[in-house]
């Protein structure tokens, strides 16, 4: 079953903040971020594994909320090469039963 | 780092040619797959392999079929392209499970049937 990712799309002014939501109906083993700017391929951001670990890459990092089977994307300080859509990913039993969620459109502007 | 190819960005068939797409990976994964990319809808599953000659359905394998005869090279084949089957396609490899470990992406092939 397709997670669910909050908002659709978001635009925000260079140096905003702003945060993605990824939220499953099924227990979670873990969470994939991945990034696809226009006309590109998905490139991966992180991955968080049951445990409720919470991870950073540059000034992008995400939660994972085990008993609430969500994650959270956190952008700080956004800039201009991170618009593009973020796609959020979940498997369950140990990485089996992989799907990705319909992304989230971001847009930052100067 | 991780390179995975397809043969085309951009490719335009006739309803009911059988089409085969292309996607060769240079780092010794085990896993390979193919996800289709429609607006709206994400990236969805339609095959993947986590062996030679082995294979496993996904989300939407209707109307496909998928060949892994070496490590490094995962064919799609469309039997009979139709209208539905309009869409960016993309091939990823991984090195372990489909959701352990990061995959890696292609850089797509835009399919376009008339």
């Known amino acids: 079953q397709q997670p669910v990712q909050s908002p659709q799309a978001v635009i925000l002014r260079e140096g905003e903040d702003a945060v993605i939501n990824c939220s499953s109906s099924?227990?979670?083993?873990?969470v994939h971020w991945y990034r696809q700017k226009h006309g590109e391929a998905p490139v991966f951001l992180m991955i968080?594994?049951?445990?409720?670990e919470q991870k950073g890459h540059e000034k992008i990092s995400a939660s994972f909320n085990e008993k609430k089977q969500q994650s959270s994307l956190y952008l700080t300080a956004s800039q201009l090469s991170y618009s593009g859509t973020y796609f959020c990913?979940?498997?369950?039993?140990?990485?089996?039963?992989?799907?990705f969620g319909p992304g989230t459109r971001l847009s930052v502007l100067p | 780092d991780v390179k995975v190819t397809q043969s085309s960005r951009y490719l335009v068939k006739r309803t009911g040619e059988k089409v085969f797409l292309e996607c060769v990976q240079d780092m010794d994964h085990e896993n390979m797959f193919w996800y289709r990319q429609d607006p709206g809808l994400g990236l969805r599953l339609i095959y993947f392999?986590?062996?030679?000659?082995?294979?496993e359905k996904g989300d939407i394998p209707e109307g496909y079929s998928v060949s892994r005869e070496k490590k490094e090279r995962f064919s799609l084949i469309l039997e009979s392209a139709s209208t539905n089957q309009t869409s960016m396609y993309l091939c990823?490899?991984?090195?372990?499970?489909?959701?352990?470990?990061?995959?890696?992406f292609g850089p797509g092939t835009r399919l376009t049937v008339t």
């Open positions: 392999s986590y062996d030679v000659k082995m294979k």
């Open positions: 968080l594994l049951k445990g409720g």
């Open positions: 099924k227990a979670l083993y873990s």
């Open positions: 990913g979940t498997a369950d039993n140990y990485g089996q039963n992989f799907v």
């Open positions: 990823a490899s991984s090195l372990g499970a489909e959701g352990a470990r990061e995959q890696y």
